[in-house]
């Protein structure tokens, strides 16, 4: 009997008993060093332009600037959406809510 009682008592304490986890430390890291007020230089870095990378990312920036329009016509939308939205949950606000999304 005593020696069910004290088994009993040992499962129960182990069962109490947290896992050791190592905690993550809370000294400063790497980038926490840098001092934010410091001037980021404006150095462009010299070397040979790949002329095919240079005219895909003209195309997409050229992309983007076509999309703009688009965007804001999307985004005044949107706007109006929320700005005339009632209650939650209702119908214009389901609206409003999946033109935010």
């Known amino acids: 009997m005593r020696s069910l ?3 009993l008592i040992s499962a129960v304490m182990a069962g109490c008993s947290m896992p050791v ?3 993550p ?3 400063p890291r790497t980038a ?3 001092d934010p007020r410091l001037p980021i230089p404006d150095e462009t870095p010299a070397g040979s332009v790949d002329q095919a990378l240079a005219n895909r990312l003209a195309a997409l920036v050229g992309e ?3 999309a703009v329009p688009a965007f804001e016509a ?3 939308e949107t706007r109006r959406l929320a700005n005339a939205a009632g209650p939650a ?3 214009s606000w389901i609206a409003a809510e999946l033109s935010l999304s």
């Open 21 to 23: 986890v190592p905690e």
């Open 32 to 34: 926490e060093a840098i």
């Open 5 to 7: 009682s004290m088994l």
């Open 89 to 91: 949950a209702s119908e």
């Open 64 to 66: 983007v600037r076509a």
């Open 74 to 76: 999307r985004e005044a």
């Open 25 to 27: 430390s809370l000294a």
